[in-house]
């Protein structure tokens, strides 16, 4: 069919939109960043401890992010509640490192603060892995076969009810970690700061995320959730038990975000039943910015989200002037995400959800 | 879609989530026992989550059972119930085996009475208090403790000996209770007007300020009951349904007329709280229809719906305040039609980016505009202009009148709602039957099918934003004049959440399943605002549950319901075509 010249000149129009959106954004992030190294306001140590906080954070954000992208790929849907797995192991985690501290052993040096941040990663692991499996069995499980937004909106309600078990079972209260003197120390490391726990946060989420990639490349059980992701109906005529891949799935996120938990209230020491509200959507932008379904792609999209929130504020709009920037970090994530699904739909590293998936 | 995993093996494990899969060869004994320590989770959540002490403030039946109570009393009695549902026993068996799992329920109840009295754990577990001991124990303390535990089996035991009532009676005795229930929950509701008519001293017979008198609990229990018994045995439905049309209208009319004039008088006499509640479900249908058309007619899902819903509000606020960020004090009327334009306007430049993003991308593109909206909005950036945090104030109401008038405080903003919600409503069902309407439904069901048949996509969906956002706009419009004032704390996520659930509990395209979802979603928890900790948990129970039961929503229309019951809708051939998926 021809299309009218009317059609024609929405289409040049909104051609010229969207590329007036790309230049507006490349403009806003070249010349703000221009303008703030020109003003010299901040020393090249800030924009270093910028970057290490930004890394430790990412790598927060791609622990939790990992948990989304594998169950986005093996079951295409978006599990809203990942969140408040989060929280719950935060959660778990807090009681561990109070009892440790009340117990008198937690500030005894750094093998005791280490012991007590081993068994509160463990513990909330424990705790985090079967809420979501309750979660996928009473929300999602009997939803599998349901057109795509029905299991959203479970998974929103599941969300609602895991936040206010907690607010009800805990009290709406803020709980606060206790002190760790041995996180707060600094590396001896001359010009730079960078705390212990910086470092603690980074090499666990490192090591957990290595293991996870391994796990899934490696054991059979991860190449059978490849193969479902892949084909959900092929797999089970090869004889895949589909249940347990998506069991497993959801276990495996699940344990990461639990302890991602942890390590982000060991970093910001509070806890409170609206903890995961927000880094659960953060990570889910990660996820969407690395390819969603893809696990590299995750922990990728995670470290480049944490530097954007945690130097863009600073370097994209500090040179504007713009009043106290890091109000803002949360709109630069979020545009950061609107940008990806408009113009890069399939994500960094993600090619294998074509838009027709999508 | 894609075809997912039904039939397959895997998923053949499934049922044996369920305790009362009557196919399994788990003995009676170990079912029962199953259910009884899920029983036992159920009550301790319901205590341990505050549930059962917060909610005992509340009466059902004034002076005999609170709302506490009773949500206690229905998981232990439940737990018989289910523990000896579809099984054909003796009659001493099944009132045994009902016994035993309430029993094991009440044991657990027991338990945490004991180790309450060993343990204060009141630091973390704020509900594990004295004040829930004294409710499991009927305030006798720790010698108490037996009292959670005998309760339970007797309770289990009933459940179980109903099983043996014929099933009519069991219909009859289950409509009794919970119209008992419903009537005391919404005693308050009911009360407050009637005080006002001459059937005040009936009122305070029946209704305590909370909740049933005992006189009023006996009255509801046979009335309900023996209306039950009319229905069964006349069948009125049937009979209605068998008369000719031309009487059936007879009836109907009437009915129709009722209602209407019951809208319309709805708020006078209820007392300015409840004013305020249907008011604020008032806007929710308002807004509702206006998502409707976005999300249940072009199936755009659209979670960033409080961005115009912000930029209406934002807009009123800055034309009529008197206040320090006002610009210009114009009349609440000539604001809104503005307010409206410039939500379109936001509509069209928010949509077009997002153009070819579709299903659940769209609907995390679009909270990420939302939240962009949001957080601008409470920013340093804006407060120059907005206000940040601060607000805007002294936004004047629409139509200045004394306070007595019937026109005052939420009623005329209940009216302006009722009167756009109607305005919405009637567009909205012109829209459908239109050319713009059917190529809307066409996108919802395949876009590209859509495409290739040459409905444009581009200029349907950017008008399926912008009339979305234009009724977000004229919500956030009304809203800023119904509360005075607009903040960015107001501004929240959970606006647009909220709307996007009442659509799709109500029913997705449906206009009375968005007044229904509204009534469920908005209304009932407002009413509960003394509980508000707890609103959103059952909100979650209830998306979680509708989800599984009626997915369609409950007043889907009639595509939506034909495509939910065809499962899919949009691929019937395929999955008949493969043996696998049936």
């Known amino acids: 069919m021809k299309a009218s010249l009317i059609e024609r000149l929405t289409e040049g129009a909104i051609v010229a939109f969207l590329w007036l959106l790309r230049v507006a954004v490349v403009l806003v992030v070249v010349v703000g960043s221009a303008l703030t190294i020109m003003s010299g306001r901040y020393s090249l140590e800030v924009y270093v401890g910028l970057v290490v906080s930004g890394l430790t954070l990412g790598s927060i954000y791609a622990l939790i992010a990992l948990g989304y992208t594998m169950v986005y790929g093996i079951l295409r ?13 935060a959660f778990a985690g807090y009681f561990v490192v109070t009892a440790s501290d009340k117990l008198g052993f937690l500030n005894q040096g750094a093998v005791s603060a280490m012991i007590t941040i081993v068994v509160a990663i463990l513990v909330a692991v424990a705790v985090a892995t079967p809420v979501a499996l309750l979660v996928e069995k009473i929300a999602y499980r009997p939803l599998r076969n349901a057109p795509r937004l029905v299991p959203l909106i479970s998974a929103i309600g599941a969300s609602f009810v ?133 696990i590299p792609g995750a922990m990728l999209g995670g470290l480049f989200l944490g530097q954007v929130e945690s130097i863009g504020p600073t370097l994209f709009l500090d040179g504007f002037n713009v009043p106290s920037p890091n109000q803002l970090k949360d709109v630069i994530a979020f545009t950061m995400l609107v940008l990806v699904l408009v113009f890069r739909p399939s994500g960094i590293l993600g090619e294998r959800i074509a838009r027709s998936r999508a | 879609m894609t075809v997912t995993s039904a039939g397959m093996p895997a998923t053949g494990a499934a049922p044996s989530a369920n305790g009362a899969a009557p196919a399994m060869p788990v003995s009676f004994q170990r079912r029962v026992i199953r259910t009884g320590l ?44 289910v523990a000896t549902r579809r099984v054909a026993e003796s009659s001493g068996r099944l009132i045994a085996d009902g016994a035993i799992a309430g029993g094991l329920s009440g044991v657990a109840l027991s338990a945490l009475v004991l180790l309450g009295s060993v343990v204060d754990v009141r630091a973390f577990l704020p509900n594990a208090s004295p004040v829930l001991y004294g409710i499991l124990t009927f305030n006798l303390g720790t010698i108490g403790f037996w009292i959670p535990m005998a309760a339970g089996a007797v309770l289990g035991g009933l459940a179980g000996a109903i099983g043996l009532a014929s099933p009519r009676m069991r219909r009859s005795l289950f409509v009794g209770l919970i119209s008992l229930f419903a009537l005391g929950l919404f005693a308050g509701l009911i009360r407050t007007p009637m005080l006002q008519l001459p059937v005040a001293e009936l009122a305070r017979l029946l209704f305590a300020s909370d909740g049933l008198t005992l006189i009023g609990a006996v009255v509801v229990l046979v009335a309900s009951v023996g209306l039950h018994h009319v229905q069964r045995t006349r069948r009125l439905d049937l009979q209605f349904a068998a008369l000719p049309p031309s009487r059936r209208r007879r009836i109907q009319v009437p009915l129709i007329a009722l209602a209407a004039v019951m809208i319309l008088v709805l708020p006078q006499g209820l007392g300015s709280f409840f004013a305020q509640v249907i008011a604020i479900v008032a806007l929710y249908v308002m807004m509702g229809l206006g998502l409707n058309i976005t999300l249940g007619l072009a199936g755009l899902l659209d979670l960033g719906f409080v961005a115009f819903f912000a930029v209406g509000a934002y807009t009123v606020g800055l034309l009529t305040s008197t206040a320090e960020f006002g610009i210009a004090q114009w009349p609440f009327w000539a604001a809104v039609p503005v307010a409206v334009i410039v939500a379109m306007v936001f509509g069209a430049f928010l949509g077009l980016p997002i153009l070819s993003i579709r299903g659940d991308y769209l609907a995390i593109a679009t909270m990420g505009f939302g939240e962009i909206i949001r957080i601008l909005a409470g920013s340093d950036l804006l407060k120059p202009i907005l206000g940040g945090p601060r607000g805007i104030i002294n936004i004047p109401k629409p139509i200045e009148v004394p306070p007595d008038s019937f026109l005052a ?50 200029q349907t969906k950017i008008l399926a934003y912008m009339l979305g956002a234009a009724f977000a706009g004229l919500g956030g419009a009304v809203f800023a004049a119904l509360v005075g004032s607009i903040f960015a704390s107001s501004i929240q996520l959970m606006v647009s959440i909220n709307v996007a659930s009442l659509i799709i509990v109500g029913g997705m395209g449906s206009i009375p399943g968005v007044i229904v979802g509204a009534i469920f979603l908005i209304g009932l928890p407002e009413l509960f605002r003394e509980f508000s900790e707890y609103r959103f948990l059952f909100y979650g129970i209830a998306l979680i549950a509708m989800m599984q039961l009626r997915p369609e929503g409950l007043l889907p229309s009639k595509i939506v319901r034909r495509e939910f019951q065809h499962g899919g809708g949009d691929e019937p051939p395929e999955s008949s075509a493969s043996p696998l998926a049936l």
């Not at chain 2, 159920?42 to 403030?57: D, E, R, S, T, W």
């Not at chain 2, 756009?420 to 829209?431: D, P, Q, T």
Request: aromatic residues 12%.
């Open chain 2, 409 to 458: 405080g939420p009623n005329q903003i209940y009216y302006i709602a009722l009167i756009g919600a109607a305005l919405i409503a009637f567009v909205a069902w012109r829209l459908r039957g239109s050319r713009l309407g059917r190529a809307w439904i066409a996108i919802r069901e395949d876009e590209d099918v859509a495409e290739a048949i040459g409905i444009n996509l581009i």
């Open chain 2, 38 to 81: 899920l029983g036992a989770v159920i009550a301790l959540y319901l205590c341990m989550v505050g549930i059962v002490p917060i909610f005992n403030a509340r009466p059902l039946v004034q002076g005999v059972i609170s709302l506490g109570q009773a949500a206690l009393i229905l998981s232990l009695f439940a737990t018989g119930f």
């Open chain 1, 162 to 294: 895991l936040q206010y078990t907690f607010r009800g079972l805990f009290g709406p209260g803020i709980y606060s970690y206790p002190t760790v003197d041995f996180l707060d120390r600094t590396l001896p490391i001359s010009g730079i700061i960078v705390r212990y726990v910086d470092v603690i946060v980074v090499i666990s989420a490192f090591v957990m995320m290595t293991g996870l990639y391994l796990f899934v490349m490696r054991t059979k059980l991860g190449t059978a959730i490849r193969a479902v992701s892949e084909d959900k109906d092929t797999a089970a005529l090869m004889g895949i038990d589909v249940n347990r891949a998506i069991v497993t799935t959801f276990g495996l996120g699940a344990a990461m975000a639990g302890a991602a938990g942890v390590l982000y209230a060991l970093l910001f020491r509070q806890v409170f039943f609206m903890t995961g509200f927000v880094p659960g959507i953060k990570a889910f932008t990660a996820a969407v910015l690395g390819g969603i379904g893809n």
């Open chain 1, 77 to 89: 849907m978006i599990n809203f509640a990942h969140g408040e797995i989060f929280m719950a192991g």
